[in-house]
């Protein structure tokens, strides 16, 4: 209904994106292991992308009026899988949810900062997203 006025929406699925942010954001639970699957993710060249380039390819997407986007190759992946398999994915989702970390009482209540949980991942897995975070102006912790 938009299009007649020449107004073109294009929804973006954008995936995971090594912008920097697992230095911020604020884990709750067993903090390490928290902070540790999701930096190692943010900085998986298959599992993310570039912001910047992301940002390019989103506005090439909307000058060409494109109606979708999916960036990473893992939400491209999971989307075909999706649709092609939706209960073994439903299965699979329930799998990978046992594996995530389990609560550790009251003290899992309070979330954490990346940047104060960082010690059990070694540095060569968060390389990339460690760059986008100084590229980003994610370095320093941001109390909200």
Not at 78 to 96: E, K, S
Not at 113 to 139: C, Q
Request: aromatic residues 6%.
């Amino acid at each position: 209904e938009l299009a007649r006025d020449n107004i073109y929406v294009t929804t973006v699925a954008p995936g995971m994106m090594r912008t920097g942010s697992h230095v911020n954001a604020k884990f709750k639970g067993r903090h390490d292991i928290e902070f540790a699957w999701f930096a190692a993710s943010a900085g998986a060249p298959l599992l993310s992308m570039d912001a910047d380039r992301a940002a390019r390819k989103i506005l090439a997407a909307c000058r060409r009026g494109q109606p979708s986007l999916t960036l990473t190759f893992a939400a491209r992946l999971q989307i075909v899988a999706n649709a092609l398999f939706p209960n073994l994915i439903g299965y699979a989702m329930q799998l990978v949810n046992r594996f995530l970390p389990e609560s550790q009482g009251t003290e899992g209540d309070r979330s954490r900062a990346g940047s104060e949980v960082r010690r059990l991942i070694p540095d060569w897995l968060t390389r990339a997203a460690d760059k986008a975070s100084a590229r980003n102006n994610e370095t320093k912790s941001k109390s909200l």
